[in-house]
Structure formats: C-alpha cells, structure tokens
C-alpha cells in the first residue's frame, strides 16, 4: 500500500490563527479524503479532496473553516481556520487507490488550540 | 439510530482465548464493510475487508458478514497481549465514491 505522510506531527495553536496541514502519497492515489478524530471518539469524515476541483464536504463542515485543496494525485492540504479550543482534535488524510474501497490512513496530525 | 454502532467495551479476554468484536449498521445499501486496528496514539490499519456474506479468513482474524442481519463481526483467534487496541468498523456509504461511516469502535484488552 501506498506510504503516506502528514506535516505537522503536532502543533499547539493559539485561538484565532490558522493551520495548514499537508498530506503527501508516494504514489498516485484514487481518492484523498480527510477526517477528524476528536479526543476518545470514533473518525468523522470532514471531506473528500478532489484533485482539480472543490472539496466534497460531509454535513457540518463548511469551506470557510476547512479550505482543502488537492493540486495532484499525490498531494493534499487542510487548513484549520480561525481555530477555537474546539478544533483541538487529531486530523488525519486517507487514500484509497485502485478500485478497492479500502482507506489507507497516514500517521495523523494532533492539533492543540490554547 | 446510530449508523454504525458497537459496543464500546472494554472486551477483556486472556491471552490464547478467541475475541469476538461485533459492529451492526443501518444503510442497507451498504456494500463494503471494514475492521480497522488502532492503537493508542496511532492512526488506524486496516486488517480485514470483507464485500460478500459469509466469512474470510486472513490469518488469526475472521470477518463475518451477515447482510440480511446487517451485522458484521470480526473474530480474533489466540488472541495475544499485542492485539490489545480500540477496533473500528467502517461501512461505506451507499451514495458517494469511497466515503466511509466508522462506528466509535471497541477496546479489546487482552491479558497475559
């Protein structure tokens, strides 16, 4: 499976700034997508990157909070904007390749707002 | 009703024992059905897929599915202290490319 890599590994924010954080594939992926994983809770999908065109947001995220863009088949962002205490949260990017649904995850980037 | 539910546990369960983590789901168009592993402080790995009713193997794991039931389960055999992890079932969406629904998952401890 395709390796995958997240930049930041961590941050710690102060409230009102942004974050961007990348996701970068070794390979040319199917589909990117990006999730959140909130303190001791499941992943809820944020969106689905889609290369060349706008995100597909899931119900509850909105572009204005989360812009996402995918320029490539192996590259994509997430921006966490104006961040409250709220947005602290593990955020991770998935692929899939090939005709398989199958999600691979990359390592995650934990994100703290003071 | 939850889309994706499972018991949150924790499955306690001894070392060499079979541990049995058991998922239910809500779209019946569903098609695709997934148990990932994730350790604390790691991001999940996916173990098991499973499309069609019935069981696969792959291992010391075994999914089920039961699509009638709408009930997927996942089987660990001679479970060991390293299995110990939160378990995660993924269902697809019935409308959309690849996106997933994934159920709050079950920790599984295993004890030596």
């Known amino acids: 499976s395709a390796v995958i890599s997240q930049k930041p590994s961590r941050d710690i924010c102060q409230r009102g700034t942004s974050l961007t954080i990348q996701c970068q594939v070794d390979s040319q992926v199917t589909m990117m997508f990006w999730y959140r994983q909130q303190p001791g809770q499941s992943l809820t999908l944020i969106a689905t990157?889609?290369?060349?065109?706008?995100?597909?947001?899931e119900s509850g995220f909105v572009i204005d909070k989360f812009p996402i863009s995918r320029p490539n088949l192996t590259f994509s962002t997430l921006t966490v904007s104006n961040m409250s205490p709220e947005d602290s949260s593990i955020y991770l990017c998935s692929v899939t390749s090939g005709g398989d649904n199958e999600q691979f995850f990359g390592p995650g980037t934990r994100l703290t707002v003071l | 009703q939850k889309e994706v539910e499972q018991n949150s546990g924790p499955l306690s369960v001894p070392e060499g024992a079979i541990a049995s983590l058991n998922c239910t789901y809500s779209?019946?168009?569903?098609?695709?059905f997934f148990w990932y592993r994730q350790y604390s402080g790691k991001s999940p790995e996916l173990i098991m897929s499973i499309y069609s009713n019935g069981d696969k193997e792959d291992g010391r794991f075994t999914a089920q599915l039961n699509k009638a039931s709408q009930y997927v389960s996942l089987l660990i055999r001679d479970s060991q202290p390293s299995d110990s992890a939160t378990y995660l079932c993924?269902?697809?969406?019935?409308?959309?490319?690849?996106?997933?629904?994934f159920g709050k998952g079950t920790m599984l401890l295993v004890s030596p």
């Open positions: 779209d019946r168009g569903s098609q695709s």
């Open positions: 990157a889609n290369q060349g065109s706008e995100a597909t947001y």
């Open positions: 993924a269902v697809n969406k019935q409308s959309g490319y690849s996106t997933l629904t």
